[in-house]
């Protein structure tokens, strides 16, 4: 199966949008200030976002409010052209877990993620569609340790379900992971060294014991 550039697809639709009277809405699911950075910066030139902070995977629970606590603190500094604002998603651990039964032997990047995935998008399509909003994306591609293939495979499908328009991305590609970092140092962004989950924090503190072997 050829892979799609969805990449692409996002230049396409944003060319589309290019010059309208009118600033469409997009729910932009978040995970972390870092990977918000970029496309921020990118998109508040073609839409009036809202960043969906929905992460019950994250763990622990300090580990939670210290990554919302600091996308409101960049959000109240960034200079963008359209209007941005956060709405947070209820923290909610248990539909993790319940999520990721079974799977949590599998290393990142496996079924388990896709899973977790399928979680956060599900709620983000149904807030999109709840609240009237015209476009929907997700921060998660920016990783150059995600899919981003199936990423909009399950977003596709998650905003058909709910009734809106799914925004296509790959935020890493032209130099976009690359612009989160230098982001990410201009305004003195926490970032983590996990994905957000116990088993990749777990995951992280033995690939680090590792090499200090």
Known sequence: MNKINYQKQLESVLAELNGRNKVPMLLL???????????????????????F???????PES?????V??????LGEIPLKNKAELLEGEYK???????VKGLENIREGGEGCFACFRLRLRA??????REGFDFLTTTLTISPLKNAQVLNEIGFEEA?????RWLPSDFKKKDGYKHSIELSAKYNLYRQDYCGCVFSLEERRQQIKSKKQ
């Open 29 to 51: 699911h978040a995970c972390c200030a870092p990977c918000s950075s970029h496309c921020l910066d990118l998109l508040s030139e073609f839409f009036n976002i809202t960043v």
């Open 53 to 59: 902070y929905y992460n019950p995977n994250i763990y």
């Open 63 to 67: 580990e939670y409010y210290k990554r």
């Open 69 to 74: 606590s600091e996308i409101k603190r960049f």
């Open 93 to 99: 651990p248990s539909d993790f877990y319940k999520t």
């Open 124 to 129: 983000a399509a149904e807030t999109a569609a």
């Open 160 to 164: 058909e379900r709910a009734g809106v």
